[in-house]
């Protein structure tokens, strides 16, 4: 009689189930990050930029309108903008006419938009100092910010400043 003697598998072979198994744990992984990927890229979406197109383009011809009337004024309007200590962005803006005097009568709105995620964005309360001057602060952390600047008399605004900055 022949005896029949059993294979053994040696230590640390290839076989087929640890193919199957490397192979499933492959994919599972890249399925992993892939559904971790989409998650995160849908909960951090700040929103849609325009609901309406047409109306985005109807207010752009509005925008021009008031860009030339705003150039016709010949005002002179700063700002500067810096972080104090305890982390507050201090914000004093001026307004003066074409012939350097302060402007009276006007209110002023400020604002810090965060250049990718309008979630981030801040009022920035103004109150008057003087004729023509501003001051407000407002709490916000360091970064690239798009600081706008409205100036109105009584309801119309009439003027508006938009300006990257950067508070360290």
Avoid: C
Avoid at 15 to 40: D, H, P, Q, S, Y
Avoid at 66 to 93: K, P, T
Wanted: zero cysteines; a positive charge.
């Amino acid at each position: 009689m022949n005896a029949v003697t059993p294979v053994r598998k040696k230590r640390g072979e290839l076989t087929g189930f640890k193919v199957l198994v490397w192979l499933v744990a492959f994919f599972a992984v890249i399925f992993a990050v892939n559904a971790l990927m989409v998650r995160e890229a849908i909960s951090t979406f700040g929103g849609v930029e325009t609901s309406s197109s047409y109306q985005a383009g109807l207010l752009f011809e509005k925008n021009v309108g008031a860009a030339e009337r705003q150039n016709a004024l010949h005002w002179q309007v700063s700002g500067r903008l810096a972080r104090d200590a305890s982390g507050r962005a201090e914000l004093d803006v001026s307004a003066r006419d074409d012939n350097g005097a302060p402007i009276s009568g006007l209110t002023a709105d400020a604002r810090l938009e965060h250049p990718a995620n309008e979630r981030f964005d801040h009022v920035v309360p103004l109150l008057a100092v003087a004729a023509g001057h501003f001051h407000g602060a407002v709490p916000t952390q360091a970064g690239q910010w798009d600081l706008v600047i409205d100036l109105y008399r009584g309801n119309a605004r009439l003027f508006r400043s938009r300006s990257r900055v950067i508070l360290r």
